[in-house]
């Protein structure tokens, strides 16, 4: 199976726009999902399908994809954004990868 | 409201068995393909293993294929991961998640569990 790359931590001030990029070689060609996980919590889907949105997430997420990298973008980041996020696909033979997960921290 | 609560997760020598279940209410359960994720502690999710909705297509990852076996009962609402030979590195949080796709494998996780914790140690 693949590989899904992602930055070990982003920072970022309130009210600021955070990014948080994942990369890998299927991604052009698998979609891509972005799931929050707060301390103690189950994680959470945030983004489906690249750049859907569940029901009840809110709109300042959003995500976008361009070739081997997707990206998951926070605009105007609240403190209650503070998590780990990751982001995860799936290869060719239905095996599931998840990347290494992303701090996010709001100074 | 859909509920997934693990159980059966405890303190267990290498070596042994552990059997994990996943009760699932407030969907219908038979339609969606079911996984298990599991989180080492302080380190990311990894996959474990899926099972489709009637049980007729199953995966494993890698690093534990041959040991843990994954199953259902459509009439307990109920999913099952019967682990053998356990390792240290088996340690973790296992998570119970629900596939997106109704009848149809979409590989990504709609709901989740809050986790049964796993801890392998002589």
């Known amino acids: 199976s693949y590989e899904l790359t992602q930055p070990p931590s982003v920072s970022v001030s309130p009210g600021q726009t955070a990014r948080i990029t994942c990369s890998g070689d299927?991604?052009?060609?698998?979609?891509a999902y972005w799931y929050q996980q707060k301390p103690g919590q189950a994680p959470v889907l945030v983004i489906y399908k690249d750049s859907e949105r569940p029901s009840g997430i809110p709109e300042r997420f959003s995500g976008s994809s361009s070739g081997t990298t997707v990206t998951l973008t926070i605009s105007g980041v609240q403190a209650e954004d503070e998590a780990d996020y990751y982001c995860?696909?799936?290869?060719?033979?239905?095996?599931?990868?998840f990347g290494g997960g992303t701090k996010l921290t709001v100074l | 409201e859909v509920q997934l609560v693990e159980s059966g997760g405890g303190l267990v020598q290498p070596g042994r068995s552990l059997r994990l279940s996943c009760a699932a209410s407030?969907?219908?359960?038979?339609?969606?393909?079911m996984h298990w994720v599991r989180q080492a502690p302080g380190k990311g999710l990894e996959w474990v293993s899926g099972i489709s909705w009637n049980s007729g297509s199953i995966g494993y990852a890698d690093s534990v294929k041959g040991r843990f076996t994954i199953s259902r009962d459509n009439a307990k609402n109920s999913l099952y991961l019967q682990m053998n030979s356990l390792r240290a590195e088996d340690t973790a949080l296992y998570y119970c998640?629900?596939?997106?796709?109704?009848?149809?494998?979409?590989?990504?996780?709609?709901?989740w569990g809050q986790g049964t914790l796993v801890t392998v140690s002589s």
């Open positions: 998640a629900k596939d997106a796709g109704i009848g149809v494998w979409l590989y990504y996780f709609d709901y």
């Open positions: 407030g969907f219908t359960f038979d339609d969606y393909a």
């Open positions: 995860q696909s799936a290869d060719s033979s239905g095996d599931v990868v």
């Open positions: 299927a991604l052009p060609k698998q979609y």
